[in-house]
Each structure stands twice: as structure tokens, then as C-alpha cells.
């Protein structure tokens, strides 16, 4: 089974500067990856996901995505953060069309 | 992109109530998956389904159950609520691609306080 770890159960950043939230995954084949962002009282939403097509992968609310092979990493980054930014992020991988969910980091963005 | 629905949105009920969390989605979708979360913590998967008349349990020991009668629906049943049932419960459903790839859809969830 795969697995997913997301290094940092906290993250903190002030209002504007660089975000970086971290996931790894445990496969020996490229497998398919998500990120999700999820607000107060809400569900899961798709930010950006990896097809294959292109390594760097962009998503909503200027987030984006770097698959990394050698480093079994998919990471999270947006340049400048925003106050509304703050929210849960789950890492997640399907193989074999099976979903694995990492435990999630919480973002605060301070202003 | 794929519209899930779940009902209620609340629900605050005392021990010993039976309830149906209801989910439904319009996009035809095959498989459709129950998970529970508590606040700020991971997702645990507790149902699935692939199809209709097909319900599995998932990785996380639940009491409740599940029933796919129609492609749409996806209800969950706790036959009797008690306060460790308290929780979030988000409803999922995947939407296949042309190459074959699933990617999972959520629908806004259902927050449970049980008394």
C-alpha cells in the first residue's frame, strides 16, 4: 500500500511571503498525486493534481506543484501568501485508482 | 468537476437515535466513498462502493452502514448515535478522465454532534 507524509503538521508564514508545504510519497512507480485544500466546516477541494503530463503542475488560487522523481516529493508552493490562504492542505496519491490521504497541514498566514 | 450533495449540513441528535447522512451526486459517477474526520485531523476511509449493490468497509472499524440501491445516492446509517460517533463525515464520489485516471470529488460534509 502506499503511503503519504506530510512533513509539518503546522506551517506559519506571514502575508506574503513564499509558502511551502511538503508531501512525500512511498512508490516505486509514479503514481497519480493531489493536492486538496480544506476550509472551516467545509469539504474536500481539488487544488492541483499530477497527470504525467508536465512535472510542474499548476493549480487554483495561484498554487502550484513540483513532481520530483529521484526525491519521491510532490510540493506545494504559491509565491506570496494571503490571508485567505490559511486552511488544512491534504496530500494525496492514487494508486490503482486506491486514494491514500496524508494527515493534513494546517497553514496559518500571519498578517 | 463533479457536484456532490450531502444533507444535513448539522445535526445535533441525543444517544440512541437512529440517522441517514445522505449524499447524492448527478454526474453518474460509479464509485462513491464515506470517510470520517475529526477536526483538523486525517481523513479515514469507513465505506466505499463501486457500483450499485456493491458496499465495502473501509479502513477504519465503523458502526454505521451504507446502502447503494441507485447510481446517485449514497446513504450512511447509524442505527443507534452515541457520543463517540461525533465527528465530520465527507462524502466523496471519483470522476474517471479519458486516460483512465480517478481523481475524487467531496462534497461539503456533515458535521455530527451526538449528545
Known amino acids: 500500500a502506499q503511503s503519504v507524509t506530510q512533513l509539518g503538521s503546522h506551517v506559519s508564514v506571514s502575508e506574503g511571503a513564499l509558502v511551502l508545504l511538503r508531501c512525500n510519497y512511498s512508490s516505486s512507480v509514479p503514481p497519480y498525486l493531489f493536492w486538496y485544500v480544506q476550509y472551516p466546516n467545509q469539504g474536500l477541494q481539488l487544488l492541483l493534481k ?15 506543484a513540483e513532481f520530483k522523481k529521484s526525491e519521491t516529493s510532490f510540493h506545494l508552493t504559491k509565491p506570496s ?9 491534504f496530500c494525496a496519491v492514487s494508486d490503482r485508482n486506491q486514494f491514500y490521504f496524508g494527515t493534513g497541514t494546517s497553514l496559518t498566514v500571519i498578517p | 468537476e463533479a457536484d456532490i450533495y450531502q444533507t444535513p449540513r448539522y445535526l445535533v441528535i441525543g444517544t440512541g437515535k437512529k440517522i441517514t ?14 470517510y470520517q474526520q475529526d477536526p483538523g485531523m486525517e481523513l479515514h ?9 456493491s458496499t465495502e468497509k473501509g479502513d477504519l472499524s465503523s458502526e454505521s452502514t451504507v446502502s447503494r440501491i441507485r447510481t ?3 446513504p450512511l446509517t447509524l442505527e443507534s448515535a452515541r457520543p463517540s460517533h461525533t465527528s465530520q463525515y465527507l462524502c466523496a464520489s471519483t470522476l474517471r478522465d479519458r486516460g483512465g485516471q480517478e481523481t475524487q470529488y467531496f462534497g461539503p460534509g456533515t458535521r455530527l454532534l451526538v449528545l
Open chain 1, 50 to 64: 499530477y497527470t504525467s503530463a508536465a512535472t510542474l503542475v499548476k493549480g487554483i488560487n495561484g498554487f502550484e
Open chain 2, 45 to 53: 476511509l469507513i465505506h466505499y462502493s463501486y457500483g450499485v449493490n
Open chain 1, 81 to 89: 501568501a494571503h490571508m485567505s490562504d490559511a486552511a488544512e492542505y
Open chain 2, 21 to 34: 447522512l445522505e449524499c447524492s451526486q448527478t454526474m453518474g459517477h460509479d464509485k462513491m466513498y464515506w
Open chain 2, 72 to 74: 446517485e445516492h449514497f
